[in-house]
């Protein structure tokens, strides 16, 4: 097909930030094969994927599986370049820490060995988070791709409940980067802080949900919003596609455009969204927790990459999204 781009496999296609970079990928004149979880009854609703512009002519959806690392070949066969995105998360918590691990890392090694295997597949960037950099006791107002998330410090000092989704990244993302080198695969990846904007996957995005607490009177999170780092999804999408798009990426990519306060993420939101009962400034001094480092995305912006949008274009765009679907 004339502006055909070659094939790129996304797994996890239904997730937020999967989902927008596939319509991204449309757009840019690639075809597209994403994985989804096997849906035997066929109960799931696709169709925010398969009405995309392009989607009809360019986009194949795929059954796949991290238990079943070997489920992805179909997908890879062919692929010029793998986007690894899925992750495995349980937020309820029913599973140990160690089997999320481990899943995450065999689905995302087995992804690895199906790249060799398929001999077209030139790039795979896997999609890391800012959970992997910035959770080691350091305290530095921003870091770079440098730094590690220190695991012991993750036990010790954060809730349980947020302990397998970064400790399985943290070890997955560890996992690829040393695979690619092992085997001679090119393997770069995205580290994202909090992914902000609109959304259009049919579940509501975790970190939108968490970026919106002021707005929603999530009082648990507003410690979470301390000192907040965030980029918009439409630049995340942008990210994957310029990393694999760019000839001399290398290792780790930090992906973050602004960091705010929770005092000044009030300050803005009550002066945008008067229509909203947002706290005053001076009600959120009280709030404790853990102030995070900003993510430093100098390395990206050094390959010539650019941001195109600001909080302002976040929280618009996530505020529109979520009275459209009826979550405001």
């Known amino acids: 097909m004339e ?10 296609g239904t997730g937020f930030i999967a989902s927008w970079v596939i319509k991204s990928l449309l757009q840019e004149g690639y075809s597209v094969r994403t994985t989804v ?46 986007l690894h995105v899925a992750t495995p998360v349980d937020f309820q918590n029913k599973e140990s820490e160690e089997a999320i691990t481990e899943r995450s890392i065999n689905g995302a090694v087995g992804i690895l060995k199906a790249c060799l295997r398929s001999k077209t597949v030139k790039r795979v960037v896997y999609t890391s988070s800012a959970s992997t950099v910035v959770f080691n006791g350091q305290e530095m107002d921003m870091m770079d791709e440098s730094f590690w998330t220190d695991v012991d410090f993750v036990r010790q000092k954060l809730s349980p409940n947020a302990h ?8 997955t993302e560890r996992a690829v980067l040393e695979f690619g080198a092992q085997h001679g695969l090119d393997v770069v990846t995205v580290i994202p802080s909090f992914v902000v904007g609109p959304f259009i996957c049919p579940k509501f995005p975790g970190s939108v949900r968490t970026s919106l607490a002021l707005v929603l009177g999530n009082q648990s999170e507003y410690s979470v919003l301390l000192n907040f780092s965030m980029v918009h999804v439409d630049d995340v999408a942008r990210a994957h596609i310029f990393l694999l798009e760019y000839p001399d ?37 009280e709030i404790k927790g853990m102030k995070c480092p900003g993510l430093s995305s100098k390395k990206l912006l050094e390959t ?25």
């Open 3 to 12: 502006g055909d781009k070659g094939t790129v496999c996304v797994t996890g």
């Open 37 to 82: 979880r096997a849906d035997p009854e066929n109960k799931r609703d696709l169709s925010f994927l398969t009405s995309l512009p392009g989607a009809a002519e360019k986009l194949k959806i795929l059954s796949a599986d991290l238990s079943d690392p070997n489920s992805f070949d179909a997908a890879i066969e062919g692929s010029k370049a793998v």
């Open 164 to 171: 397998s989704y970064i400790i399985s990244k943290t070890w």
């Open 249 to 285: 990426a290398k290792g780790r990519y930090n992906c973050s455009s602004d960091t705010i306060s929770l005092e000044k993420l009030s300050e803005f939101l009550g002066g945008k969204y008067p229509e909203f009962p947002i706290p005053s400034p001076e009600s959120l001094g």
């Open 304 to 328: 010539g990459f650019e941001f195109k949008n600001g909080v302002e274009e976040m929280f618009d765009g996530a505020i529109q999204c979520c009275k459209e679907k009826g979550y405001l």
